[in-house]
């Protein structure tokens, strides 16, 4: 980890913000245009991973493809002692996660309006053919008059990218907390998985808490896999059953009951009035979990672990008779 004051090509290194999956995260002065940006690098662990530079390749393309208040801007990338590296615009603010932890549950109308600005960024980036892949509290910051700015591209989906594997990272891409189900399971995802994480922060700023946990990320994204979605008028007093409703259209465990764009998510949200409530009374926000154990992962363990007993009950027959 580089250290306060150390120079890393044509950066002095101001503070470490923060550990990223892949990386270390740098507040840094930039010694050629004099300002102060964020450094992107990756750890140890990554650096001899040749697919780091086509992430930090393509994390700056969707940043520069990009031109809205609620998106980071990307600034450049390059190489140094053959280490990659990543250069964006330095944005003051809290971050969403701090947020949640100081003040939640946040007052509806409050989470309502920086969930809205952050919708807007996202449907900003689907207009682009931009899917991110790993929305969460940790990935949005918010400046000191309420704007919040989305970071962290590198699981982004673009039109007609090729799956990318990187050395110690999962085969399924995003955070369990706000994975959606099609992501545990290993899809690519679209428009609606970043709906689908969208609806965990909205129910989180509002309860203070995600809806599903677990004692480990297995448990966590089993839990996704069950579908019950907590109704949250139930979970937060104050939160009405429209609003619920909308969480509840959101958190759908089948892709194709959430809603199918932000642009008709977003309609929704203005006009909390006339939603659909009934949504609520469907055994999938009650909790049903019949939908778990149909899941293909649960399937394919099953058969997994139905096919290994089977194997051992051979075995141990095969090594009886040969005594």
């Not at 778990?292 to 363990?301: C, D, G, K, Q, Y």
Request: proline share 6%.
């Amino acid at each position: 980890m580089l250290q306060i004051g150390d120079q890393f090509d044509h950066f002095q290194i101001r503070a470490h913000i923060a550990k990223g999956g892949m990386s270390d995260i740098y507040r840094a002065y930039d010694l050629l245009s004099g300002k102060e940006v964020v450094l992107k690098i990756p750890d140890m662990m990554s650096i001899g991973d040749p697919a780091q530079y086509e992430r930090f390749q393509r994390e700056l393309e969707v940043m520069r493809t990009l031109s809205h208040p609620a998106i980071q801007k990307g600034l450049g990338s390059g190489r140094y002692n053959n280490t990659p590296y990543l250069v964006t615009e330095m944005v003051d603010g809290e971050s969403m996660r701090d947020l949640i932890g100081r003040a939640a549950p946040l007052p509806p109308e409050e989470a309502v309006g920086l969930f809205r600005k952050v919708a807007d960024g996202i449907a900003h980036c689907h207009d682009h053919g931009i899917i991110h892949r790993d929305l969460k509290p940790e990935n949005i910051l918010i400046t000191s008059d309420g704007q919040p700015v989305i970071l962290d591209f590198g699981l982004a989906l673009t039109k007609g990218a090729h799956r990318v594997t990187y050395a110690n990272l999962s085969a399924a891409a995003g955070t369990p907390d706000y994975m959606a189900p099609e992501q545990v399971e290993g899809h690519r995802g679209d428009q609606r998985t970043d709906i689908y994480a969208l609806g965990i922060m909205l129910f989180e700023m509002l309860t203070g808490k995600p809806p599903f946990s677990g004692d480990n990320n297995l448990a966590v994204m089993a839990q996704h896999l069950k579908g019950g979605i907590p109704r949250l008028d139930r979970a937060q007093a104050g939160v009405s059953p429209q609003l619920a409703a909308f969480a509840a259209h959101c958190l759908q465990l089948d892709p194709n009951d959430r809603y199918p764009d932000l642009h008709i998510m977003l309609h929704d949200l203005d006009n909390l009035d006339n939603i659909d409530t009934s949504i609520l009374n469907r055994p999938s926000v009650a909790g049903s979990s019949a939908s778990f154990w149909r899941s293909p992962t649960v399937l394919a363990v099953g058969s997994a672990l139905l096919l290994l007993t089977v194997i051992t009950i051979l075995a141990f027959v095969l090594q009886h008779f040969h005594k």
